[in-house]
């Protein structure tokens, strides 16, 4: 399965955008991309998945360039309850799921 | 609806004992997960069941640990003599079993204590 390289931490302010990046040089072609949230002790949650450009829902925006060996993950305008732990994983498998240590997000007041 | 349930929430045991942990499914899941997540890491995966069977166990870490869901719907994870290192947060979860891109819905976990 492709390895991820994300951030370990980031700091935003209530109301901005955050764009976290995520590098997997070693996609494979059956592989999509998906993100994870997780809170203080509760269980990782889904947030979006995409193959190819541009994937949007009413909780995040991802875009993924022509090469896919890297994907942005965008949160509109956070607030602090989007304090969290975000998650990239690459893979084609839909059952196992390989986490990496993920992105911590604090959002300030 | 009710999303993926865990009992207990919380479990302290001592070295050696042995401990079960159980998980509820959504209601209709026939895919059923298990992950371990040590502190400051992500969840690491252990077994998936489709069904009453194991489709995948490659993540178990020894025989100590064993998973059954005899019925399709709750499973069980049973950790015999309990060490130390296996203290870590126990989540399960849960999905459709169905199509490429399932989602999976986790539970809020166990947290397990090996005093």
């Known amino acids: 399965l492709a390895k991820t390289t994300q951030p370990i931490s980031m700091d935003s302010y209530e109301g901005q955008e955050v764009n976290i990046t995520c590098s997997h040089n070693?996609?494979?072609?059956?592989?999509?991309i998906t993100w994870y949230q997780q809170f203080p002790s509760q269980g990782p949650r889904f947030i979006i998945q995409?193959?190819?450009t541009k994937v949007t829902n009413e909780v995040a925006s991802l875009f993924i360039p022509a090469d896919r060996k890297s994907s942005t993950l965008s949160l509109p305008r956070v607030s602090l309850s989007d304090t969290a732990v975000y998650y990239c994983?690459?893979?084609?498998?839909?059952?196992?799921?390989?986490f990496g240590s993920g992105t911590r997000l604090l959002v300030r007041p | 609806g009710a999303g993926v349930s865990q009992t207990p929430s919380n479990k302290v045991t001592e070295k050696g004992k042995y401990v079960e942990l159980r998980c509820d499914p959504i209601?209709?899941?026939?895919?059923l997960y298990w992950y371990r997540q040590s502190l400051g890491q992500g969840p690491e995966f252990l077994i998936y069941?489709?069904?009453?069977?194991?489709?995948?166990d490659s993540g178990l870490p020894n025989d100590r640990f064993f998973a059954v869901r005899p019925e399709g719907s709750v499973s069980t994870l049973k950790i015999q003599r309990t060490e130390r290192g296996d203290s870590a947060v126990y989540l399960c979860?849960?999905?459709?079993?169905?199509?490429?891109?399932?989602?999976?819905?986790f539970g809020p976990g166990t947290r397990l204590t090996v005093l």
């Open positions: 979860a849960s999905s459709g079993g169905q199509g490429v891109t399932d989602t999976q819905y």
């Open positions: 070693n996609i494979a072609t059956n592989d999509y």
């Open positions: 995409g193959y190819k």
């Open positions: 994983l690459v893979g084609a498998s839909i059952y196992k799921l390989i």
């Open positions: 209601s209709g899941h026939t895919a």
């Open positions: 069941f489709q069904g009453t069977g194991a489709a995948d």
